[in-house]
């Protein structure tokens, strides 16, 4: 079947604009997870949903750093006023329910110049 | 202090090696236990869990000790397609799905 797909692969934005960066889970997976890896990091937590609301947003770095999953589905992540320090792959994973085995997307490379 | 350290590599090994990656945690909550593998510019999959009685998948062992929270991975007869980033990662469990993640070990395994 098919896998946790994100879009756009790849996002070139300017420092100060707004970006939104799409995760499409495994049909079926109750929890949505975001994280963040940076260069020679490992990913990093940002916010975890189950169902529609958003379980744990423990993780978002600041208030420009928002994300929702309004039909508990497709999950929408949200930065405003980008800024350099954004860059960075954005990971989305889903799993069948909250403790179950997490399946990743290929992420979205976002580049903030 | 990071939650989870591992080992900084990288690793460079010629084929049919034997290699260990290490890892600790911080948090003795911590209540599951996986490596992942990353290759470059792809997202990580899970390689194996790690059980406190320690298993086994073909060429990969790992292990798990509680009271030291020390997690470890070990690869035998290491083959040109194990070149890859092993990531070590533990789960608190319950309401907190998160997965908390090391850096990552990378390994290069040369003909």
């Known amino acids: 079947g098919a896998g946790v797909s994100q879009t756009p692969s790849n996002k070139v934005t300017e420092k100060g604009k707004y970006v939104e960066l799409r995760c499409d889970p495994i049909s079926g997976h109750t929890a949505l997870y975001w994280y963040r890896q940076s260069l020679g990091q490992g990913p990093e937590f940002l916010i975890y949903?189950?169902?529609?609301?958003?379980?744990?947003d423990s993780g978002l770095p600041n208030d420009r750093f928002f994300a929702v999953r309004p039909e508990g589905s497709v999950s929408t992540l949200k930065i405003q006023r980008t800024e350099r320090g954004d860059s960075a792959v954005y990971l989305c994973?889903?799993?069948?329910?909250?403790?179950?085995?997490?399946?990743f997307g290929p992420g979205t490379r976002l580049t903030v110049l | 202090r990071k939650e989870v350290e591992q080992d900084p590599g990288p690793f460079n090994v010629p084929e049919g090696a034997t290699v260990a990656f290490n890892c600790t945690y911080s948090?003795?909550?911590?209540?599951?236990f996986f490596w992942y593998r990353q290759d470059c510019r792809k997202e990580p999959k899970l390689l194996m869990s790690v059980y406190s009685s320690g298993n086994e998948d073909g060429r990969f062992t790992a292990q798990l000790n509680r009271a030291s929270q020390y997690i470890s991975l070990l690869i035998r007869d290491s083959k040109l397609s194990d070149s890859a980033t092993y990531l070590c990662?533990?789960?608190?469990?319950?309401?907190?799905?998160?997965?908390?993640f090391g850096k990552g070990t990378k390994l290069s395994v040369k003909p």
């Open positions: 994973a889903s799993s069948l329910f909250s403790e179950d085995t997490q399946y």
């Open positions: 948090n003795s909550a911590s209540q599951s």
């Open positions: 949903f189950q169902g529609t609301g958003a379980a744990d």
């Open positions: 990662v533990v789960n608190y469990g319950g309401s907190q799905g998160n997965l908390i």
